[in-house]
């Protein structure tokens, strides 16, 4: 039960991202951190005395996590390979749940779950970060306010450079595909698929090219190489809702590029763009007033746009669901995008959505 309007939170898994989490709890009145859970026993001990969370709140096992009465809500950050189950936790437990993206470690897991939450939906929320970019939100403004006109296409890229030859990252989880799925496709491009979900609607089509440009990572401890079997590169066309096409590339070999996730949006009345490393400006190109001459600028987004994404969890468990908030059908349709991805990669064919 949610006790004075506050939802208790259990953290699951301590690794990079949930310090991003735990200040995003911090900052809401709503939410308070209440339980942790990972198998690092000196994470657990670590941000366990950093948040002050009693010893009986600090797990080992999720289940026990998610089955423990006094947490309201959970947020889960765990590797690829473990979301499902979580997800799964959740539903047999009726626990409202933030779940990090990729959805699943694939198509096959995210159909499962399909069946079990048919049966037994519960709140859940899919943390497609990027929808909550102030510049972002504006764009999604500008758009149903039809100020574009009619779409005609859509460029989104998503680049990154760490896995470039140049930096000779080790072996990591996020190269290993049991625990991780896909590489780029799925950490990136997932958010990729989303910001045009998000922007235009739904896919009908893809073509794509998938590619590991580094074979091969050392290995930290053993100093031995081990086999890259995910991509570090993945293109793709598209087309969607209302035949708008989409051009998508997302790479992990992009030198120069920090972590720049951009889209552009080409309608008949102008043309707008969000950079997600510039989150509080647009670049636009349309006429002020029609008859008008285009006017290329750069706008400041107002303050207005900002929101914290776990306030859109928090209303979601409140059972006040905000519109564009990430669901459960977000992340299982996100999925099956990228399933067709890899299809048409490995086919060499166009590959339709249902
Ligand atoms: C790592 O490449 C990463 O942290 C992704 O996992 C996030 O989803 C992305 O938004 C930032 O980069």
Redesign the pocket.
């Given at each position: 039960m949610i006790k004075n309007d506050v939802i208790t939170i259990g953290l699951i898994g301590l690794g990079g991202?949930a310090n991003a989490h735990r200040k995003m709890v911090s900052e809401l009145e709503q939410l308070h951190l209440g339980a942790l859970c990972d198998v690092n026993q000196e994470l657990l001990k670590q941000i366990g005395d950093e948040e002050g969370i009693s010893q009986e709140k600090r797990f080992h096992d999720m289940e026990a996590l998610i089955a423990d009465p006094d947490v309201n809500a959970v947020i889960s950050i765990v590797p690829n390979n473990l979301h499902a189950e979580v997800l799964r936790l959740c539903i047999q437990y009726q626990k409202p749940v933030m779940a990090e993206?990729p959805f699943t470690l694939n198509f096959a897991e995210a159909e499962e779950l399909a069946l079990l939450y048919e049966k037994q939906p519960i709140l859940c929320m899919v943390g497609f970060?990027y929808r909550y970019v102030p510049s972002f939100r504006y764009a999604k403004k500008i758009v149903e306010e039809n100020k574009l006109g009619t779409i005609r296409h859509i460029a989104v890229r998503y680049l990154?450079s760490f896995g470039a030859p140049l930096f000779e990252v080790p072996y990591a989880w996020r190269f290993n595909k049991e625990v991780t799925g896909t590489g780029a496709l799925g950490?990136?491009g997932a958010?990729m698929i989303d910001s045009a979900r998000f922007f235009v609607g739904e896919f009908s089509s893809v073509s794509a090219l998938m590619k590991t440009f580094v074979n091969e990572r050392k290995d930290e401890k053993s100093g031995e190489m081990k086999n890259v079997d995910v991509d570090d590169y993945t293109s793709f066309q598209a087309v969607l809702e209302n035949d708008v096409i989409g051009n998508f590339v997302t790479t992990r070999n992009a030198v120069g590029s920090g972590?720049q996730h951009e889209v552009t949006i080409y309608g008949d009345y102008g043309t707008i763009h969000v950079n997600c490393e510039r989150p509080d400006e647009i670049d636009v190109c349309m006429k002020d007033e029609p008859g008008e001459k285009l006017v290329f600028k750069t706008e400041k987004v107002s303050e207005i746009y900002q929101k914290n994404q776990l306030q859109d969890f928090a209303d979601l468990v409140k059972n006040n669901q905000q519109k564009g908030t990430p669901t459960f059908y977000d992340g299982y349709q996100n999925q099956k995008v990228i399933e067709r991805i890899i299809q048409s990669a490995e086919t060499g064919k166009t590959v339709t959505i249902d």
């Open positions: 991202m993206k970060s990154q950490d990136l958010h972590n």
